[in-house]
């Protein structure tokens, strides 16, 4: 059964089992059908492009420098009396440890199908701590099915982060050496090496930058390093040449870049069961789209594999921000359009930032009855092999930043360069000795933005990790674990609020005037409708809206109130909360 069978034909069946709080274990467990029955539950556990109306992880991010969202959002200024992601995650973790606890009830089990199935409810259980740890911080560590109402059992103290994170890692090791090999798109021993991947470099970063521990940094990087060498050795997938067909797939099923991904489909395509979204509607529709920021739009590279401080950069128009540059970036990016209030396509396309991101649109799908949101049914990437190959680089260039094994040409040529040829259709960088590296004989410079001091090496590395996951929701956890919050700070990073220059969008009115595919407006028409700053379309009126950015509180979210008036030993909250 695979990830796309259950999305139309196990939910129900699911729902409608005896409950398990129902003294039902001596029926409901009865054979390996069961557990897999079960794990379905644990699914929607990956949100992938959402669900109707609702967004998952991708172009999601309202707290973002790549991108701007419709409306204003600022972080946190007050705990909540409750928190969706601290309850969700205890509740989906209560169902993994079910799971894991009845493995051993089904009669006549083998070992082998047995620590397969407790690897799946590890996977899952590890899955939600994470999320718990990146929201959080310090949280409390579950290994076994506690009801959410036994108010004695909840009230624990919060497990510290590292060891809380070393047990998950410890959970996905187990599922990466037991679960097995499938190929029906269902979660298997790949994924979760590629998890492990991602929870490991997350927490080395923290560890590195926020902790300044640089044994617990290295710890974590190697395991981050290996994971993720697993799944690019294994030689089960492979970096294509289409970017594009990642996001906007109708199936996803062949794509040698998938490690899972999610199914939708709707009942117009022969469906039995709608699971449909809205990701290419919200870029589609008449209402504001989220729009490339300045900042996102000048961190791809020029063609030749450089960045544009060391060229002749100009964004006085559409044509010259877009010209020679990394390919990503038209196809995350349209390069003909500027669409502003005031002067919007004719379709009703307009965007935050007068730079229209369509990277979730499948054109080819226009006037089709799945063309429109709540009905999109592109599939959504789970877990790729291009995230994995970023995940491997970064860590070994952390891991000789800290001191350890130092970075080797094998290194970038296994992992970035094949993603900067396949989507970038860029040169490959060169290993130029700690901390450098360089494009076809020429050093890369320091970047001017680079205030922190990072090595160039990892610079570019970070750049090159923006480009591929433009809009994928990787965005704002990045910031949080290379605590580069202030980059969120309007006052410390305008260009991440900034679109494109009142240059470009007066050439661009004029350029298109009378042509009936633009709604014929005036400059002082579209002054009206939209902010701008003396030289660039701004997202929102700064004057009011300042976003800022607490570098003391701002990296962790509160614990709930409610959760601590219940359960007093979760207290203290985390810092200035």
Not at 158 to 167: A, E, H, I, L, P
Request: hydrophobic letters at 35%; one cysteine or more.
């Amino acid at each position: 059964m695979s990830l796309a069978a259950f999305a139309f034909a196990s939910c129900n069946d699911y729902l409608d089992r005896t409950p398990l709080d129902s003294n039902s274990d001596a029926t409901n467990w009865t054979s390996e059908a069961a557990l897999e029955s079960y794990a379905w539950g644990l699914y929607p556990n990956f949100s992938g492009y959402g669900s109707g109306w609702t967004r998952g992880q991708f172009l999601s991010e309202t707290l973002c420098d790549d991108y701007c969202s419709d409306s204003y959002a600022q972080p946190t200024t007050s705990a909540p009396s409750s928190d969706n992601t601290w309850s969700g995650a205890y509740q989906e973790i209560r169902r993994a440890n079910i799971l894991l606890n009845r493995v051993d009830l089904v009669p006549e089990l083998s070992e082998e199908a047995a620590n397969h199935w407790k690897g799946i409810a590890r996977f899952f259980r590890a899955q939600q701590h994470f999320r718990l740890v990146q929201t959080f911080g310090d949280v409390v560590w579950v290994e076994d099915e506690i009801d959410i109402d036994d108010a004695e059992a909840l009230n624990q103290p919060r497990t510290d982060r590292v060891q809380c994170m070393k047990n998950i890692c410890a959970d996905l090791q187990f599922a990466g050496e037991n679960c097995r090999h499938t190929t029906d798109n269902t979660v298997n021993d790949m994924c979760a090496w590629a998890l492990l991947s991602r929870v490991a470099l997350f927490e080395g970063a923290w560890q590195k930058y926020h902790a300044n521990n640089v044994t617990e940094a290295s710890y974590f990087y190697d395991l981050a390093k290996t994971a993720a060498n697993k799944v690019i050795s294994s030689g089960y997938y492979s970096i294509h040449d289409d970017y594009l067909s990642n996001y906007i797939s109708k199936d996803l099923t062949g794509n040698t870049e998938m490690i899972l991904f999610k199914v939708y489909s709707h009942t117009g395509e022969g469906a039995k069961v709608t699971h449909a979204h809205a990701m290419q509607g919200w870029s589609n529709s008449s209402s504001k789209s989220w729009g490339l920021t300045k900042s996102a739009v000048e961190n791809f590279t020029f063609a030749n594999g450089l960045p544009i401080y060391m060229g002749n950069y100009s964004d006085a128009t559409i044509e010259e921000v877009f010209a020679d540059r990394d390919a990503r970036l038209s196809l995350i990016c349209d390069p003909t359009l500027i669409a502003v209030v005031g002067f919007a396509y004719n379709e009703g396309i307009n965007s935050s930032t007068g730079y229209y991101t369509d990277k979730l649109v499948d054109w080819n799908d226009y006037g089709t009855p799945t063309w429109l949101a709540p009905y999109n049914t592109t599939d959504a990437p789970i877990y790729t092999l291009s995230e994995v190959m970023l995940n491997y680089a970064e860590a070994c260039a952390e891991i000789e930043d800290l001191g350890g094994a130092a970075m080797s040409q094998a290194d970038l040529d296994k992992s970035v360069n094949i993603i900067r040829e396949k989507h970038g259709k860029l040169p490959k960088l060169t290993y130029a000795g700690k901390g450098q590296v360089s494009v076809n004989g020429t050093v890369i410079t320091s970047d001017p933005k680079n205030i922190e001091n990072i090595s160039t090496l990892l610079w570019e590395l970070r750049r090159e990790r923006r480009s591929e996951l433009m809009c994928d929701g990787f965005r704002y956890e990045d910031l949080m674990r290379w605590k580069e919050g202030y980059l969120l700070d309007f006052s410390k990073n305008p260009d991440g609020y900034r679109g494109a220059s009142i240059a470009a969008i007066e050439a661009f009115a004029a350029a298109n005037a009378g042509k009936g595919i633009y709604v014929d407006s005036s400059m002082e028409t579209i002054k009206e409708n939209n902010f701008f700053d003396d030289k660039y379309i701004i997202a929102y009126n700064v004057t009011v809206n300042n976003r800022v950015f607490d570098e003391t509180k701002n990296y962790l979210e509160p614990i709930p109130s409610t959760q601590i008036t219940l359960h007093p030993a979760l207290a203290p909250n985390n810092p200035g909360w």
